[in-house]
């Protein structure tokens, strides 16, 4: 599986120069496998994901949302695919319930005057599916995809794509316990050859972030190791680390595990 970082940050696109060597796109991840495009989130980054995605001859892209705050949708109505009648969108969510489904959602919110064109209009043949935290979704033969519960504001979802035998694991947004590892998190991971984890903050600011939803690169780690996954990828980037902020926190984290690598805007990983 070739996985690619279209976005890394959180919050808020940045694009100012003191970004622009770790990126300022916030949430996409792309992974090829085989014929498929799978996505998770439609961050800013997603503009990116656009070229390959057109050039799939399949037509068919699965997009997985971990949640619906704004960074993670707001690239959506600038993903090349919606315009094409040619093309089958396929959009999954799990953090919706309370709001009446993803279908629902996207139709209330991508709407004059947010945006010119309604999500309705799109083009592309768009399918909508919600899913319970915790269902395995079968994406073809050869490809599932699990699903947990995350601990975050509103709600959302981790994800574990298993492609033959590679597994790479989306989690982000989530806060964890200081007294407890969280088990939804841990089952999701286990012996995973990636795990993409929310790192917004760091062991030693977390507290004045409490009850934010998001984590650290600390944790990532401790939960690589004790779920023994290959490797770590630090992400969701919190807006206010800089380029000369993230060069010293990739320094920390490569020097506590040497498996653990930042994640950077455009970045390719073969897992
Ligand atoms: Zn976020
Ligand atoms: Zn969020």
Redesign the pocket.
């Known amino acids: 599986m070739k996985i690619t970082f279209f976005g890394v940050r959180g919050s808020t696109p940045c694009a100012g120069l003191e970004h622009g060597q770790y990126g300022g796109h916030t949430s996409c991840v792309m992974a090829e496998a085989g014929d498929h495009i799978i996505i998770f989130d439609a961050g800013s980054g997603i503009y990116d994901a656009s070229r390959i995605a057109l050039d799939n001859p399949s037509k068919k892209i699965f997009l997985f949302f971990s949640?619906v705050?704004l960074d993670?949708i707001m690239g959506l109505p600038f993903f090349a695919p919606v315009w094409r009648s040619d093309f089958t969108v396929n959009i999954f969510a799990g953090s919706l319930a309370a709001y009446g489904g993803i279908q629902s959602f996207l139709s209330k919110t991508f709407i004059e005057p947010l945006f010119p064109v309604s999500f309705s209009n799109f083009p592309a043949n768009i399918i909508c599916q919600d899913f319970k935290p915790g269902t395995v979704l079968e994406i073809s033969d050869s490809l599932t995809i699990n699903t947990a519960q995350l601990n975050?504001p509103n709600g959302?979802i981790g994800y574990r794509l298993n492609y033959k035998d590679s597994s790479v694991c989306y989690v982000t947004?989530t806060e964890h316990l200081l007294d407890k590892k969280d088990d939804n998190i841990l089952g999701l991971i286990k012996d995973s050859d990636l795990l993409i984890y929310d790192s917004s903050y760091a062991d030693d600011n977390f507290a004045q972030y409490k009850g934010w939803?998001h984590s650290t690169w600390q944790e990532g780690i401790r939960l690589a190791q004790e779920g023994n996954v290959k490797k770590v990828a630090i992400f969701h980037h919190d807006p206010s680390n800089t380029d000369d902020k993230m060069a010293a926190i990739e320094k920390k984290a490569t020097d506590q595990w040497s498996s653990a690598f930042i994640a950077r805007q455009g970045q390719v990983v073969e897992v």
């Open positions: 949640h705050h993670h975050h959302a947004d939803g």
